[in-house]
């Protein structure tokens, strides 16, 4: 019996390669420090030399398969270490995206999780500077707090519902890889699952959303007369090690990025 669906056929989910304010969060924790140091804005912090052997790494790992089960839409976060990391996977996974003017869409809902006045600023840097900040969290929960200036988890889940409208509406039965950042990789499992506030935070509490790790989802025709998307891979990082580039999970700039 044939079905119809409004789901891609396979959906990729894939954090960014490390970053330099990857490296910089972890120099500014192991010195004791305040504030992170980086001179640029957030939405422009570059790759590593590592995040960059990461995303060719995992764009090999692409190229092994057959080309009718690639990734055949490529969609990023417009933050330069995402668009990088997406490039360079399209690149060495010879990837031919359904459009060939523009073989990675941007999409701004895709972005980081914005984090106000406390952007830069370390775990010790926020007890210092802004203390009720410290204190609203503890008390309303990262999942609803949001910094003056910043985003909440679920303000973070409210663009990211209207991208995935956009995509069932576009890319239905297609094959879709997203370059986005740890919090959006998360947020989209809390969306697809029909997860609980409760549930999505255990997982954070468990895992550390690997740099290049791939997250990934089949569409199921078999159950539902629209399908659904089941998940089938979880921060699945076997194509790093198989290439030999190592494993990293440090969060993104500000402490407590997801």
Not at 7 to 17: A, E, M, N, Y
Request: glycine share 6%; proline share 6%.
């Amino acid at each position: 019996m044939s079905h119809s669906t409004i789901w891609p056929g396979t959906l990729w989910i894939v954090r960014h390669g490390e970053s330099a304010g990857n490296v910089a969060r972890e120099a500014a924790h192991a010195g004791g420090l305040d504030v992170i140091d980086l001179d640029v804005r957030d939405v422009d912090v570059p790759l590593s030399p590592l995040g960059e052997r990461q995303a060719v790494a995992l764009g090999k790992w692409f190229a092994e398969m057959p080309a009718e089960s690639k990734p055949n839409v490529v969609l990023s976060s417009p933050y330069r270490r995402a668009r990088h990391t997406a490039e360079l996977i399209r690149e060495h996974g010879r990837l031919q995206p359904l459009d060939p003017a523009n073989p990675v869409i941007v999409d701004e809902r895709l972005r980081e999780k914005e984090f106000g006045i406390l952007d830069r600023l370390t775990k010790r840097g926020i007890q210092a500077m802004h203390p009720d900040q410290a204190e609203f969290r503890r008390t309303i929960g990262k999942f609803y707090h949001r910094p003056p200036g910043g985003e909440s988890w679920t303000d973070v889940i409210l663009r990211l519902r209207s991208w995935i409208e956009m995509v069932s509406r576009e890319y239905c039965d297609e094959r879709v890889l997203v370059v986005a950042h740890s919090v959006v990789v998360l947020c989209m499992r809390y969306i697809i699952e029909h997860m609980t506030e409760e549930q999505i935070l255990a997982i954070d509490r468990q895992t550390e959303i690997a740099n290049c790790s791939v997250t990934r989802y089949d569409n199921d025709t078999s159950q539902t007369r629209n399908g659904r998307l089941v998940l089938a891979e979880f921060n699945f990082v076997a194509p790093l090690e198989h290439e030999g580039a190592p494993v990293t999970s440090a969060p993104d700039v500000v402490a407590g990025a997801k």
